[in-house]
């Protein structure tokens, strides 16, 4: 999975990362070593095969804790892309024929198998991109939860029928595979986001070409093993390492028949649009503003303790994080506590027990952020909590930003338009309910919101009222689970069909619908008919 290659460093402390696996005997998962004068490289994983790159062109990826390189990821080469993507339509020849229950055999092998090796994940993720140890597991438990509801998938694809339509005559339809398709991964869930997307479309029988991203691809080059120990067949899921240009490729090759991705806007519009112009079927989720809503006769204690570990957790690097919170009425006066509470929240390194938010993905997410808060600040904002200083003993290169919270807040300020993708939480004041909810509606985006209260009418309204997709009653990130849809809305998601349940299932497979005549007099000797045939 990993290669050698020289590098200059001298001062890199030795660190290794090995995860074993009870197959058909213990094999190593991953193992990455970064010592006094090697630095290791990523490889691709095609064909059942880890392979090493041929490119002379590499991204370094760096601890967002101390930003020394871990890994060399490589630039694949268009050949490579190519191999990935022939080797998909070959396995996909044979596996679309693959029974529903082989299929539902493997499934239930890989989730046995991430839950054995959870723990050994959520290790490689806190290395690679930074959250507490704590948060990573839970980053993998929401993937496992996606191949255990793929586990379902004999009664998933389960088709229709009407019978008999006419005289003898009968219609069913049933879901086939689309061929091979497309993954393009973010960086802020290494483990769940790439098994929202390879285990819904190899169970449905299809293959996929699976780009992780740059930043952080050791967790799914540790699954890949896991599903290759499952029973994928090889050629079922290739990775490819790489940036624009693999995204590119995806986009463009005609082999590839779907893409699914989640990432940021820029990035998102450009696959969409790209994919689409190239007859794909694009599911595309971005950015997102999520609002929570907080009334005064809501629990204080809990509510204020959900915002503030909706808000700062995973350093605020979350689709789903709650960045911006509207206190209505004299709810108001709780902004002062949550400063308070907010305080308390340690900053440290992923693996250090009892740490609440670990560092930034990189020295420019930081960067950027604290240059949004400033803004802020220009634009009118009050500054109430500023943790763009933070330190943290013993890793003074570390991407740290502590929490920071703006009051005053107010639409068109650049804080409050643009996801800001830090540990970075806004307030805005509202006289009544019916100003929270017209707030939320003028936004752009769409992909979730929560209201914190006691009232069951207060609720209802709310829910009836307000456009986002993903509502939470007094639960601050409403992701579904897995028997549901992420379902995201308005500017937070381009295409027709959502990620995983129900929708998953048909995002990777398209309904293919059989008209039968089977006369009951066909035992009989029949004579040839000229006239117009008609149905009775």
Not at 97 to 106: A, D, F
Not at 272 to 295: E, F, L, P, T, W
Not at 507 to 520: A, E, P
Request: negative net charge; hydrophobic residues 40%.
């Amino acid at each position: 999975m990993y290669s050698k290659a020289a590098t200059a460093s001298s001062s890199v402390a030795l660190a290794r990362t090995v995860a074993s696996v009870s197959s058909t005997g213990r094999r190593a998962l991953s193992q990455s070593v970064v010592g006094q004068s090697d630095v290791y490289t990523t490889h691709n994983f095609i064909n059942g095969k880890f392979v090493e790159s041929a490119t002379n062109d590499f991204y370094e990826l760096r601890s967002p804790a101390t930003n020394e390189v871990l890994t060399r990821v490589p630039l694949s080469t268009p050949a490579e892309m190519n191999a990935a993507v022939e080797g998909a339509q070959a396995a996909f020849d044979s596996w679309q024929h693959s029974s529903v229950m082989t299929r539902q055999s493997v499934m239930f092998n890989l989730a046995r198998l991430l839950r054995e090796n959870q723990s050994e994940i959520a290790k490689n993720i806190t290395k690679e991109q930074g959250k507490t140890l704590p948060d990573a597991e839970g980053d993998v438990l929401r993937g496992i939860q996606v191949v255990e509801y793929a586990c379902g998938i004999p009664s998933l694809l389960m088709g229709e029928t009407s019978s008999p339509v006419a005289q003898d005559m009968d219609i069913h339809s049933y879901r086939i595979p689309l061929g091979v398709t497309g993954g393009i991964c973010p960086f802020n869930f290494p483990a769940m986001i790439p098994l929202w997307m390879f285990p819904m479309a190899i169970a449905t029988g299809n293959t996929m070409v699976l780009k992780p991203s740059e930043r952080d691809p050791g967790a799914t080059m540790m699954m890949a093993q896991l599903a290759q120990d499952a029973g994928v067949p090889d050629g079922c899921l290739q990775i490819i390492q790489g940036t624009a240009d693999v995204v590119n490729f995806i986009c463009d090759e005609p082999a590839i028949k779907a893409i699914s991705f989640v990432g940021s806007d820029h990035a998102g519009k450009h696959i969409y649009d790209r994919g689409c112009a190239n007859g794909k079927r694009v599911q595309s989720n971005m950015g997102a503003k999520n609002h929570g809503v907080i009334m005064p006769d809501a629990n204080k204690k809990a509510t204020l303790n959900q915002l503030v570990g909706a808000a700062f957790g995973a350093a605020g690097q979350r689709c789903m994080a709650l960045p911006h919170g509207i206190f209505v009425g004299d709810a108001q006066e709780w902004i002062e506590d949550l400063v308070d509470m907010a305080k308390n929240l340690k900053v440290n390194e992923g693996t250090v027990p009892g740490t609440d938010i670990g560092p930034m993905i990189s020295p420019e997410a930081k960067e950027r952020a604290a240059a949004i808060v400033e803004k802020g600040v220009e634009q009118g904002a009050t500054l109430v909590l500023d943790g763009r200083h933070a330190q943290v003993d013993g890793y003074p290169n570390g991407n740290w930003f502590g929490p920071t919270i703006l009051s005053d807040v107010t639409e068109g300020m650049q804080c409050y338009e643009e996801e800001i993708f830090a540990p970075v939480f806004t307030c805005s004041k509202a006289d009544t309910l019916d100003d929270a909810i017209a707030m939320i509606n003028r936004n752009r985006y769409g992909n979730g919101t929560a209201l914190f209260t006691n009232s069951g009418a207060v609720a209802r309204k709310f829910t009836h009222e307000v456009e986002a997709g993903q509502i939470g009653i007094n639960v601050p990130i409403p992701v579904p689970l897995p028997h549901f849809s992420f379902t995201g809305n308005k500017g937070s998601i381009l295409g027709d069909l959502n990620f995983y349940g129900k929708a998953g299932v048909h995002f990777y497979t398209q309904l293919k619908t059989v008209t039968s005549l089977w006369r009951g007099t066909d035992a009989e000797t029949l004579s040839a008919q000229t006239i117009m045939p008609t149905m009775k």
